[in-house]
């Protein structure tokens, strides 16, 4: 058996939730879109997975954060697909992909054929076992990618209120998931490789500050070393971590947050890849010229930074995923993208983000006892990067415009002096 359609989204995340929007937005028939998704629910906002989702009141349940709600746009709801006329296949996996022919094999042994085919796979969370550890199936640990993920991660956070987490790795999730477990009143430990937390982004300045917030809140760091072994009892739980310094930690609950691998498989030998990404160009299209890659899965060229980059953010998933659908219907009106990095997190009372690339010399400014404070980089003279903690909306669009300008500098000392008026005069 099998259907035809114009346009085919595979994945249903953030990306897939976004190229919707656009293709709404540009005019498409009804019928002429599809999208495949392993996941059960119409595309939602992931970063609520470990913010809003992972709160003890009040917390965020669908259908409240479906996208477009991150970026201010309508509220893309399973109703909203079906006025618009866009086929759904979810909870379906896709198990083979055949270019050439143009189809798709689904895991219920269908194939859906297309003119056009967005691939917004996304990533799969690392596992323990790639790192040689076994256990990931004990009971009480936990990753987090999806929502299945998150309910999950909630139901094992209630049975644990006032006992002991470890938390494996000092990345989004390892911070973000810290932060959400003592929110629950768990007793946190952080565990990870790296000198300090956020190790590819923060400076050993920034890092200490949200490190010695984090040990203000509890919580305690176990720097430099890795997980080696879990003790499990008879019930399949995990009651203690022993980690590769001889360290051994009582535990209740695991967390697990060490990084993602693009889900590009079903590719592999028939499209170029790049940087473990789909290598597309700059309107999205990969090597074989129906077939578009967006959001985590793509490795696109950054105009801003003269490379190809894979990115791992929303922002970039929400306007790689505009860009290719805007590619697409009106390619003669569509220009090279041309897109900003931009990352951000939320902790606590904590807020911060981050434009461009963290290569060069760094220099910081602002008041790093107090509430507001950043970070220029700089790279063959030229402002290449900026992070701001605390800021306002007004500053946060400061320090993005100049980052996209690259302003000429010539004097770091001055460019400290200047700290954040810099970028707000610029
Ligand atoms: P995804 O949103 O991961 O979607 C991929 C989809 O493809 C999924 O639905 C998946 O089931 C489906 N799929 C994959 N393979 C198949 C297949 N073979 N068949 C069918 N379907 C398939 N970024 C930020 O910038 N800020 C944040 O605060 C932030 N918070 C985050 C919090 C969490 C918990 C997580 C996990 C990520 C967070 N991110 C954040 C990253 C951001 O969510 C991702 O960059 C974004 O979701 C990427 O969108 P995507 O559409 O490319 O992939
Ligand atoms: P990250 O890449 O952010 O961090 C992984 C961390 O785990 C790194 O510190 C890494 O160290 C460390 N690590 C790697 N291997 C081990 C190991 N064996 N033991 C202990 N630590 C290890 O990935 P995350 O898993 O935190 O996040 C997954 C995805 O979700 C990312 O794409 C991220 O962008 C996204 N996300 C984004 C958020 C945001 O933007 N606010 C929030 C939540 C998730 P090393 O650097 O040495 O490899």
Not at 136 to 156: G, I
Not at 303 to 318: N, P
Not at 327 to 333: H, L
Request: net charge negative; with cysteine; aromatic share 10%.
């Amino acid at each position: 058996m099998g259907r035809a359609f114009t346009y085919v989204i595979l994945g249903g995340g953030v990306a897939a939730g976004y190229a919707a929007l656009e293709f709404t937005k540009r005019g498409i028939s009804h019928g002429e879109l599809c999208i495949i998704s392993e996941e059960p629910v119409v595309p939602y906002e992931r970063p609520a997975l470990s913010k809003g989702f992972l709160l003890p009141e009040a917390p965020s349940r669908l259908p409240s954060f479906h996208t477009c709600v991150g970026a201010n746009e309508e509220r893309l709801t399973p109703k909203w697909y079906k006025e618009h006329g866009i086929e759904l296949v979810l909870g379906t996996r896709v198990k083979s992909a055949d270019v050439r022919r143009k189809t798709l094999l689904t895991a219920t042994g269908e194939t859906i054929s297309y003119k056009i085919l967005i691939i917004a796979t996304g990533a799969r969370a690392l596992q323990l076992e790639e790192f040689g550890v076994a256990g990931s199936d004990a009971e009480n640990v936990c990753y987090l990618r999806d929502l299945a993920d998150a309910t999950r991660l909630v139901d094992v956070m209630q049975s644990c209120t006032g006992g002991n987490a470890v938390v494996i790795g000092g990345g989004y999730i390892g911070m973000e998931c810290a932060a959400s477990l003592v929110i629950n009143k768990i007793n946190v430990t952080m565990v990870f490789p790296e000198a300090h937390c956020m190790a590819r982004l923060f400076t050993p300045k920034i890092a200490s500050y949200y490190e010695d917030y984090y040990k203000s809140k509890g919580v305690q760091f176990i720097k430099g070393t890795a997980l080696s072994s879990f003790d499990i009892d008879d019930s399949g739980k995990v009651t203690a971590v022993t980690l590769r310094d001889g360290n051994r930690l009582p535990a209740d609950m695991v967390v697990v947050g060490i990084g993602i691998r693009p889900n590009t498989g079903l590719f592999e030998g028939q499209l170029t890849l790049e940087k473990g990404g789909i290598k597309v160009n700059g309107w999205m299209q990969s090597s074989n010229s129906s077939v578009y890659a967006v959001g985590d899965v793509a490795a696109f060229p950054v105009k801003l930074f003269g490379e190809t980059r894979r990115l791992e953010h929303v922002d970039s998933a929400r306007k790689s995923a505009r860009h290719a659908v805007a590619a697409i219907m009106e390619p003669a009106k569509t220009s090279e993208f041309d897109y900003l990095p931009f990352f951000y997190s939320r902790v606590f009372t904590l807020s911060w983000q981050f434009y461009g690339d963290s290569v060069g010399e760094v220099v910081h400014y602002g008041d790093f006892s107090g509430s507001t404070f950043g970070a220029y980089w700089v790279s063959k003279g030229q402002l290449v990067g900026s992070f701001l903690e605390g800021g306002t909306k007004e500053e946060y669009e400061a320090i993005a415009k100049a980052t996209k300008l690259k302003p000429d500098i010539e004097d770091l000392a001055e460019l400290e002096r200047q700290g954040l008026g810099f970028a707000l005069a610029v």
